[in-house]
């Protein structure tokens, strides 16, 4: 007992003999980071392994760096000095790199040039990043053709060739002008007779045209409905080239010829591929909605009649989403300004078939 209490006041004499040569302020850095070193073994009681986080990694790096090689060594530290000195040029190099100026790169693109590349890229599929830089520089736009494969890039456009393939939908975009739809659909009236309506519509301006209705579509009765349409089309000055059908065995073979020898081709649809055909059967759709479905027709000169009117609102007064709500044959009037003009009393009602459709006009 005598032998241990001596030792152990040997051993506190010399520490503090080693307490002599420090200065204050090594004294307290090493009082911190002894305390720091409690508060983590506290924080991982019942662990095999102290591990430090890389805040306290910095805090004692931060803390001990000015310290002497000769005193590390004598602290009291749960790692070695060597690996307390590479935390510290590891905090050291991410300040640095931190604090070192960026060099200043090339500049982001413009909103405008960006905008107007992928607008490039949208409306012509068949363009690759070299087609789109050339046009940029035929409009006076500098950039480089790297730039413009990065912005595609960006925005998720594929190359050429992968978006190249032209659909049924921008083919009908692309021709609207020269294009003209028809479709046979038929209705039943009131005596249950089952009479058969040939439309056609222009795809450019949604203008219909009812050709007739009968009960028996024979070949003469539609190469006649055909002929019309042909002069009605000259009269107008429509120049249209295609004209897409479905393969309805009413269309006799005349049919084709007539429109051929007028320059206007026939393209057929697909077997049950109404979409081929998808503004001709919307407007049927429309037909039946707002004027069939709501009609009792007593014959078929009835029919016609309001097939008539139906028309002649469809083209002069019915706006259209299709093409920005105008109308096929009037364009929209222009806006207006003054709110006090907008009267509920200055807008009147006309009728068409009895009430069935309804048309509202200024008060002249």
Request: hydrophobic content about 45%.
């Amino acid at each position: 007992m005598l032998l241990r209490l001596a030792y152990l006041g040997v051993t506190n004499a010399l520490a503090l003999l080693r307490l002599l040569p420090m200065s204050d302020r090594e004294k307290d850095a090493e009082i911190l980071a002894l305390r720091h070193q409690i508060t983590v073994l506290e924080r991982q009681l019942g662990t095999t392994r102290v591990r430090f986080t890389p805040s306290d990694r910095v805090f004692l790096a931060a803390l001990l760096h000015r310290l002497s090689r000769e005193v590390l060594p004598r602290m009291r530290l749960l790692v070695r000095p060597e690996r307390l000195l590479r935390w510290h040029r590891v905090v050291a190099r991410g300040h640095a790199a931190r604090s070192r100026p960026k060099r200043p790169g090339r500049p982001r693109t413009v909103h405008s040039i960006r905008a107007l590349v992928l607008r490039l890229a949208r409306e012509n599929p068949n363009w690759g990043y070299r087609r789109v830089h050339g046009e940029l520089l035929v409009l006076g736009i500098k950039v480089a053709a790297s730039t413009v494969w990065e912005i595609l890039k960006e925005a998720g456009i594929d190359p050429a060739p992968e978006r190249g393939a032209s659909t049924w939908a921008d083919f009908l975009r692309s021709q609207a002008e020269a294009l003209l739809a028809c479709d046979f659909f038929e209705t039943v009236i009131l005596t249950g007779a089952c009479i058969y309506v040939l439309a056609v519509i222009e795809h450019a301006t949604r203008r219909i045209r009812i050709l007739g209705a009968t009960v028996h579509p024979t070949a003469a009765w539609v190469t006649q409905a055909v002929k019309n349409l042909i002069m009605d089309l000259e009269d107008a000055g429509c120049r249209a080239r295609f004209l897409i059908r479905d393969r309805d065995g009413k269309f006799p073979a005349l049919f084709d010829t007539i429109l051929k020898d007028a320059g206007i081709e026939s393209v057929l649809a697909g077997v049950r591929m109404p979409r081929m055909n998808s503004i001709m059967e919307r407007w049927v759709q429309t037909c039946r909605r707002e004027l069939l479905d709501r009609t009792l027709t007593w014959n078929q000169r009835h029919l016609i009649h309001a097939l008539g009117e139906f028309e002649r609102f469809y083209n002069s007064h019915r706006p259209h989403q299709g093409i920005a709500n105008a109308r096929p044959l009037h364009p929209l009037p222009t806006p207006i300004t003054d709110p006090a003009h907008i009267v509920g009393r200055n807008v009147r009602r006309h009728d068409r078939l009895g009430g069935v459709i309804h048309e509202y006009r200024h008060a002249a």
